[in-house]
């Protein structure tokens, strides 16, 4: 089937990430939800955005399609290039594996592993490019030392600190080579010190070129990115340069 | 994500909670284990018929009173028995038989509680069933109540040890006899300990250890061995006009049986196959059960694991991925519980056997059988709350605490 000649807009190579008057109803009827009103957003590769707003802005709902958690009710979504908004659920596991490194608030690592264990954990979920048992443990521990855990390979989760926990998710959220890091409120669980290391980190992988998305409600937090994007209402309300003074503008974050 | 990889997760999962996990397997040892004592037990059951059918013979015809019948066991009787040697044709013998439980004495030795065996004199040839030394005592004896006993191969020796028994005396109740011969030792058959009893002429049972009526000369069984085998349809036609005329009963309604072996283990192998059945449904039940044990508590552990299968999605894992590994989690609690099941079964068989309350025979194929019984159940039980488990949404399950 051809869709009609004037319906065809391709994406934009510069673009890793474009999305065309994206929508998402929760219910029907007149109980149904907006959670996003139409959003047009683009990021570029190698880009460095923040996604801020007030609870109920749309963010959550925002990130977990972008993450390809979700599907958005109507819109397209393209993930480098690739309309991914109606793909298949086993389809959008397999780019959530190969596309999308996440890093979550609350680390969400698997207590009963060790931190070697928790970084191969996305290369056993590999369908292209498989990899053997030593070619991952070499590429987990090469992630580990990265991240400047090379001394805690074996430690459970319980055995290591808030940060050095966040460290290894994020050596997991990188080992198969994503082309966008999303980052949920990554520093929310953390103390000062350990929310600078980890944004320290953040920065490094950003200079190294990494595409990285982050959603916070922490101004100081969003301080860190090239760019912030303002939810409100499930609408972009303001997208700029200028850190997150023109979010607090609207109505304040949280 | 290969099927090697899902195992070693799956059993990773499984090491989560060891005790509820061993507690799980409990209702699959349980059924494991019933299906192989029950084909265990049945196949010795089969096994004790075969060894009646081995110790009789298939030309004897069994003449007894009808059980169930009313006062039939006062009305057949041993001159019944005689009657048929006198009047039917075709036959070789007949052993009439009637017991009693006395204590006897003899030699350096005393027995409580000996059963003892009233037979005629045809008894070793029809029963086939030779002496080791001695004699038997002869129709004559019988007819004259002499006082004579053969010897169990047992009781000759608890009573005499190695000595020669012959023309020693005996006491069985009050009475004293002369033993004239030792049979040959033959072991329980059938649940018949057939060394342990003492052989006495029918009439002097009667005389002196009747024990309901003094003096009453029914009998239990009287086994007629026939010539051959096409001759037991024409024997038993005759015994039964002949029993009939000398009860004033209708033949169509007799107060007495007239069998042949192959009736008795008919019998006795429906009897057999009842209790086999009744075992089969105790099996089916505890491994139902014991799914029944695996699906709750995997139905548990998704609920409980839920942010651990949402951050699998969020890695890359497909449905199929969630549901394999629950479905093997599923499988491995099956599977120990039918290793464990299986050992148990063939404990317990081998205990029946020990212990003597029941002859088992274990059947090799029941091993394989018990054990794909629980992969099956591991399947089907666990498919459920697997497919719960590749249901779930990505960003439920990770919001989930």
Known sequence: MTAPAQDIILPDKDLLIETRELKKRHGEGEIAVHALAGVDLGIRRGEFAAIMGPSGSGKSTLMNILGCLDRPTEGAYYLDEENVSELSKNDLADVRNRKIGFVFQSFNLLSQLSALKNVMLPMMYRIEDRLDVFEREERAIAALESVGLGDRLHHRPTELSGGQQQRVAIARALVNDPVLLLADEPTGNLDTQSSYEIMELIHNLHDQGATILMVTHEPDIAAHAERVICLRDGLVVSDGQDGSTACLAQGGVQ | ?401
């Open chain 2, 1 to 401: 994500m290969t099927f090697i990889e899902t195992l070693s997760m799956a059993w990773e999962g499984l090491k989560l909670n060891k005790v509820r996990s061993l507690l799980t397997t409990l209702g699959v040892i349980i059924g494991v284990a019933s299906v192989i004592l029950m084909l265990a037990v049945s196949a010795g059951a089969e096994a004790t018929i075969a060894d009646q059918i081995n110790s009789l013979g298939a030309d004897l015809v069994i003449v007894g009173p009808m059980r169930g019948s009313p006062g039939a066991s006062k009305t057949f009787v041993y001159e019944d028995a005689l009657a048929i040697e006198e009047n039917v044709s075709h036959i070789v013998g007949v052993s009439a038989e009637q017991f009693s439980t006395q204590d006897i004495k003899g030699g350096d030795g005393a027995l409580e509680a000996i059963s003892i065996l009233g037979v005629t004199s045809d008894f070793p040839e029809v029963r086939d069933y030779a002496l080791a030394t001695g004699r038997f005592f002869t129709y004559e004896e019988n007819d004259r109540k002499t006082k004579v006993a053969v010897l169990g191969h047992g009781i000759a020796q608890d009573l005499f040890g190695g000595e020669d028994s012959f023309g020693r005396e005996i006491t069985i109740g009050a009475t004293r006899l002369t033993v004239v011969g030792v049979m040959e030792e033959k072991g329980i058959v059938a649940d018949v300990d057939y060394d342990g009893r003492v052989y006495v002429p029918i009439t002097v049972l009667f005389q002196k250890f009747a024990t309901t009526q003094v003096g009453s000369d029914r009998i239990r069984t009287a086994y007629v061995k026939v010539e051959g085998r096409d001759e037991i349809d024409g024997v038993m036609a005759q015994i039964t006009s002949l029993l009939a005329e000398r009860h004033g009963v209708d033949p169509g309604n007799p107060d007495f049986s007239v069998q042949t072996q192959q009736d008795i283990i008919a019998t006795q192998e429906a009897t057999t196959e009842a209790f086999r059945d009744l075992l089969a449904w105790v099996a089916g039940v505890s491994l139902l059960v014991g799914g029944i044990g695996i699906m709750n508590i995997m139905l548990v552990s998704v609920a409980q694991r839920t942010r651990e299968i949402g951050l699998r999605q969020a890695l890359g894992a497909r449905p199929g991925d969630v549901r394999l590994q629950f479905l093997l989690e599923a499988v491995i609690l099956s599977l120990v519980g039918g290793l464990v099941g299986v050992l148990g079964g063939i404990g317990g068989s081998h205990l029946f056997g020990v212990l003597g309350t029941m002859r088992t025979e274990l059947v090799p194929a029941s091993i394989p059988l018990a054990f794909g019984a629980s992969a099956v159940v591991g399947i089907f039980f666990g498919y459920y709350p697997a497919t719960q488990a590749a249901r779930l949404d990505p960003i439920e399950a990770l919001r989930r605490e």
